[in-house]
């Protein structure tokens, strides 16, 4: 009997993240700088680097939420945008779109489908995170958190669109690399003050996890703010220009404890949310805390912080030894070729 093979995309608007699955298990997958907002060329591009990891397959699922890029003037726009050139590149190779509750559209009825479509990425991974029965569901990624409460197996979130969730704590806008740090605190101390940050792209919470020791590897793909390396000098660099000082004024125990009160900014924030989500009610305390993405790391940390069980997204699905880990960074890739080898599956 023939593999079943499929290939799952999340093409967001910095990173294209593909998966591959054979009979039901994930044998590999990768993560690929992908940013849209230079056009849709990188897109091209991606999708080359990707299958030269991946190979092809006879059937793609699709989710995406590069819809959001500045390159397109509406969310539906993008959507149309994106799936086509998804169609043009996977040439004699079926596509499929994830559209959430509405399950999966063909590419007929994506223009239909577009508010379903845009942004669901988080619908598929916490749908498949479903077979738990009850948990909470966090994938922190490069840009974005998305926070998920499971019950009774099925998602049971209360935002579908951007808009909602974000009211709702469901999706915080803040990542492990790409955050900008002017976004987060506006004073910060330092040298016995409270200082307020310059209100420039001098440093993302990249350079914070880097000085810290907290940066998986391969996690930050993107250039740095000032286009120089990424060492810890570097990122001390980046970091004290926030402050505008210089890296030589203070030392590496400062840079330290500046970049150590980021991060726990970041976590409350975090935290904040999840204390919102789960102040509905409909959880039992017993209930874990499923890690997704390339934060899950911090993830772990909330899990502990709300006194609640820790479980790995990729210890949920099939997943070889080696591509276990990559899977988990690619969770929404893995989900929508899962997905699709369930409901597709011969």
């Known amino acids: 009997m023939d593999r079943q ?13 593909g998966a591959r699955a054979e009979d039901g298990i994930i044998t590999r997958a990768v993560q690929i700088a992908c940013p849209l907002w230079l056009g849709l060329e990188e897109l091209d591009r991606a999708i080359g680097e990707a299958e030269s990891v991946l190979g092809q397959a006879s059937l ?5 939420t590069g819809e959001l890029c500045d390159t397109f003037a509406t969310r539906k726009e993008g959507v149309c945008a994106l799936a086509a050139a998804m169609v043009r590149l996977l040439p004699a190779r079926k596509a499929i779109f994830y559209a959430g509750l509405f399950g999966f559209a063909g590419h007929a009825q994506v223009n239909e489908h577009a508010d379903g479509i845009a942004s669901a990425n988080w619908h598929a991974s916490a ?16 840009t974005t958190t998305d926070i998920i409460p499971i019950a009774a197996g099925r998602p049971a979130n209360r935002g579908n669109k951007d808009a909602d969730r974000l009211l709702h704590g469901e999706l915080v806008y803040t990542g492990l690399t790409r955050s900008f ?6 004073l910060v101390p330092f040298a016995g003050q409270w200082t307020p940050l310059m209100n420039e792209w001098f440093a993302s919470m990249a350079d914070v996890h880097r000085i810290l020791g907290q940066l998986p590897e391969g996690a930050d793909l993107m250039e740095t703010a000032d286009g120089r390396e990424k060492t810890n000098e570097d990122s001390c660099a980046r970091l004290a220009r926030m402050i505008g000082r210089d890296r030589a004024e203070a030392n590496e125990a400062a840079w330290v404890r500046l970049a150590s009160f980021f991060a726990e900014a970041q976590l409350r924030e975090i935290i904040d949310a999840v204390a919102l989500v789960l102040s509905r009610g409909g959880l039992t305390t017993s209930a874990p805390v499923v890690g997704a993405g390339i934060g899950r790391g911090l993830t772990r940390e909330v899990a502990s912080r709300i006194h609640r069980p820790f479980v ?33 599956g011969s």
């Not at 093979?5 to 993240?17: E, M, Q, T, Y």
């Not at 740090?181 to 506006?186: A, D, E, N, T």
């Not at 997204?313 to 990559?326: E, M, P, Q, R, Y």
């Open 127 to 142: 749908a498949l995170a479903s077979k738990l029965g009850e948990a909470l569901f966090i994938d922190i990624g490069s």
């Open 60 to 64: 793609n699922a699709i989710t995406m």
């Open 5 to 17: 093979v499929i290939l799952g995309w999340d093409v967001g608007g910095a990173h294209l993240k």
């Open 181 to 186: 740090l002017m976004s987060g605190p506006k």
């Open 312 to 344: 790995r997204f990729d210890d949920l699905i099939g997943a070889t030894a080696d591509a276990k880990s990559k899977a988990c960074d690619c969770a929404p890739a893995c989900a929508v070729a899962l997905l699709a080898a369930s409901h597709f």
